[in-house]
């Protein structure tokens, strides 16, 4: 897909869900970001792998299951907040 229409199609998504929000309650809000955020660190693998090699750099002595779950929970994170 050309970067353009990825560009697009994102902003048409972003759009979509803002409306959809704004009519939400703030906790079930944050709930649903949190959910989202999750799915998307499934999703964008190459930058949880960033995310993760970047933990394990500034915290060595994190075992590699804390490392992936501070990683995921970062994606959870940024997207509820």
């Known amino acids: 897909m050309k970067r353009e229409r990825r ?3 994102e902003a048409g998504v972003a759009s979509a869900v803002g409306g959809l929000v704004r009519r939400l309650p703030r ?3 944050l ?3 949190s959910r989202l955020g999750r799915v998307w660190a499934g999703i964008d693998r190459r930058h949880l792998a ?3 090699d970047n933990l394990r750099r500034a915290f060595p002595e994190w075992d590699h299951s804390r ?8 994606y ?6």
């Open 27 to 29: 906790r079930r809000v």
């Open 50 to 52: 960033i995310a993760a």
């Open 7 to 9: 560009f697009a199609l």
């Open 31 to 33: 709930d649903l970001g």
């Open 76 to 81: 959870a994170h940024f997207s509820a907040g």
């Open 67 to 74: 490392v992936m779950r501070t990683a995921h929970g970062v």
